[in-house]
């Protein structure tokens, strides 16, 4: 800073400096993936600035939109049922296009512009980040008339499928990979703004990776002497969890399984009213999943992309039982090309892959170690760093 010239700007300076970096993270519970990632980004910014930070996480849907978008989370359940899905996947496709996603969101704008506003003017930030695609062009267009240009970022949440409506021309566009940043840049951002940290996610992934697997599994209850095979259905317990689980069981081999319900408590009450022929651990939602997949040998879930994410960081290899059409197609493909995990539909093919994974420990231990080369463990802390960057930068701006 220059030399001050009046008695007042130097106090005024001092309250700005002691003034914490705000930072707006908007998201939406359509899905559990955008909670995590904000959670992820808030964590790791913490951990980096302490109380010179204060991030702040909104849902934007519930809190500012007019309805029915306000009902958006509570009706994304029903959304992705098997009846709806194929009506999804083509609304998914149809806008996956720059200029007609862009067309589609402006469509919306004269409904959304006052919530916009109000949004905004509610949660007065140093920099905003979005981490849902339907926040991004309505973000940019009401800053493009407002008296003060606050920095926008864009994380990119998704990983093998990355949709038009993620690569907006924000101040930064953060992108899981070096194919999503590529993406971004056909899709019209300037390579500039493009940079590649990883998916974030949280920073216990990183953590648990320093400590061997039998040791997790004490600390969890479970038996640190057999193979550990860990299946999931992302936090609602989507898919055939319980038939992929009876797979699992019945596969005739000496191993141990953990079942996760997530909220579905349906499910998690069929789970626990059977016989397991092998020792069995079933839970409903819990946070203790980067210890359970540090413990597991193999990760037997659904295709959702944060999950991708925390099994690569901890470099477990993933049987991958199924995907929402459109949104989760291309996460698949960046798994089984990846040579981190195979892809089994059908829960007769999950018991095959798994007979021949646990009976060939040199190819199961190929699978993690390229797992464990695509992963980002550091993620969270790196993309914490540049919006960090970014709003300093544009609180000295200001100032100028």
Same mark, same amino acid.
């Given at each position: 800073?220059?030399?001050?010239?009046?008695?007042?700007? *130097? @106090?005024?300076?001092?309250?700005?400096?002691?003034?914490?970096?705000?930072?707006?993270?908007?998201?939406?519970?359509?899905?559990?993936?955008?909670?995590?990632?904000?959670?992820?980004?808030?964590?790791?910014?913490?951990?980096?600035?302490? $109380?010179?930070?204060?991030?702040?996480?909104?849902?934007?849907?519930? @809190?500012?939109?007019?309805?029915?978008?306000? !009902?958006?989370?509570?009706?994304?359940?029903?959304?992705?049922?098997?009846?709806?899905?194929?009506?999804?996947?083509?609304?998914?496709?149809?806008? &996956?296009?720059?200029?007609?996603?862009?067309?589609?969101?402006?469509? #919306?704008? %004269?409904?959304?512009? @006052?919530?916009?506003?109000?949004?905004?003017?509610?949660?007065?930030? $140093?920099?905003?980040?979005?981490?849902?695609?339907?926040? &991004? $062009?309505?973000?940019?267009?009401?800053?493009?008339?407002?008296?003060?240009?606050?920095?926008?970022?864009?994380?990119?949440?998704?990983?093998?499928?990355?949709?038009?409506?993620?690569?907006?021309? +924000?101040?930064?566009?953060?992108?899981?990979?070096?194919?999503?940043?590529?993406?971004?840049?056909?899709?019209?951002?300037?390579?500039?703004?493009?940079?590649?940290?990883?998916? %974030?996610?949280?920073?216990?992934?990183?953590?648990?990776?320093?400590?061997?697997?039998?040791?997790?599994?004490?600390? =969890?209850?479970? !038996?640190?002497?057999?193979?550990?095979?860990?299946?999931?259905?992302?936090?609602?317990?989507?898919?055939?969890?319980?038939?992929? +689980?009876?797979?699992?069981?019945?596969?005739?081999?000496?191993?141990?399984?953990?079942?996760?319900?997530?909220? &579905?408590?349906?499910?998690?009450?069929?789970?626990?009213?059977?016989?397991?022929?092998?020792?069995?651990?079933?839970?409903?939602?819990?946070?203790?999943?980067?210890?359970?997949?540090?413990?597991?040998?193999?990760?037997?879930?659904?295709?959702? *992309?944060?999950?991708? +994410?925390?099994?690569?960081?901890?470099?477990? *290899?993933?049987?991958?039982?199924?995907?929402? %059409?459109? @949104?989760?197609?291309?996460?698949?493909?960046?798994?089984? &090309?990846?040579?981190?995990?195979?892809?089994?539909?059908? *829960?007769?093919?999950?018991?095959?892959?798994?007979?021949?994974?646990?009976?060939?420990?040199? =190819?199961?231990?190929? #699978?993690?170690?390229?797992?464990?080369?695509?992963?980002?463990?550091?993620?969270?802390? $790196? +993309?914490?760093?540049?919006?960090?960057?970014?709003?300093?930068?544009?609180?000295?701006?200001?100032?100028?």
């Amino acid at each position: 800073m220059g030399t001050q010239v009046s008695g007042e700007e *130097p @106090q005024v300076e001092a309250r700005a400096a002691r003034a914490a970096t705000r930072v707006l993270l908007l998201m939406s519970d359509t899905g559990g993936g955008h909670r995590s990632v904000s959670e992820a980004l808030a964590e790791g910014l913490r951990a980096l600035y302490g $109380d010179a930070v204060e991030p702040r996480i909104v849902d934007a849907f519930i @809190q500012y939109a007019p309805f029915p978008l306000n !009902r958006s989370p509570a009706l994304y359940p029903y959304m992705v049922k098997p009846a709806i899905v194929p009506f999804y996947a083509r609304a998914w496709h149809f806008a &996956n296009h720059p200029r007609r996603a862009r067309q589609l969101v402006y469509l #919306f704008w %004269p409904w959304v512009r @006052q919530r916009i506003a109000k949004l905004f003017a509610e949660n007065p930030a $140093d920099v905003i980040v979005s981490v849902h695609p339907l926040f &991004n $062009d309505v973000t940019l267009r009401y800053w493009m008339k407002a008296p003060r240009r606050v920095p926008f970022v864009i994380v990119i949440c998704d990983i093998g499928s990355i949709h038009a409506l993620w690569c907006a021309n +924000a101040d930064l566009v953060i992108a899981p990979h070096e194919g999503a940043r590529r993406r971004a840049i056909a899709c019209g951002v300037p390579p500039e703004r493009v940079v590649v940290t990883g998916f %974030p996610i949280r920073l216990r992934f990183r953590e648990v990776r320093n400590r061997p697997k039998t040791f997790w599994r004490e600390q =969890l209850g479970w !038996r640190p002497d057999l193979p550990t095979v860990l299946v999931m259905g992302g936090g609602e317990g989507m898919g055939k969890v319980f038939e992929n +689980a009876r797979a699992v069981a019945e596969a005739g081999l000496p191993l141990q399984m953990a079942v996760v319900a997530g909220r &579905n408590e349906r499910l998690r009450r069929r789970l626990e009213a059977v016989e397991w022929p092998v020792p069995t651990h079933i839970y409903g939602f819990v946070r203790t999943i980067p210890e359970m997949m540090a413990a597991a040998d193999v990760i037997v879930t659904k295709a959702g *992309p944060n999950t991708i +994410a925390e099994a690569l960081a901890v470099g477990r *290899p993933m049987i991958l039982t199924h995907y929402l %059409p459109g @949104q989760e197609e291309g996460n698949v493909d960046y798994v089984v &090309n990846g040579g981190a995990g195979a892809y089994a539909p059908e *829960p007769e093919q999950v018991r095959e892959i798994l007979r021949e994974w646990l009976s060939r420990p040199d =190819l199961l231990e190929a #699978f993690a170690a390229r797992a464990a080369a695509m992963g980002y463990p550091d993620a969270a802390l $790196d +993309a914490a760093r540049l919006i960090w960057e970014i709003a300093r930068r544009g609180v000295a701006g200001s100032a100028a």
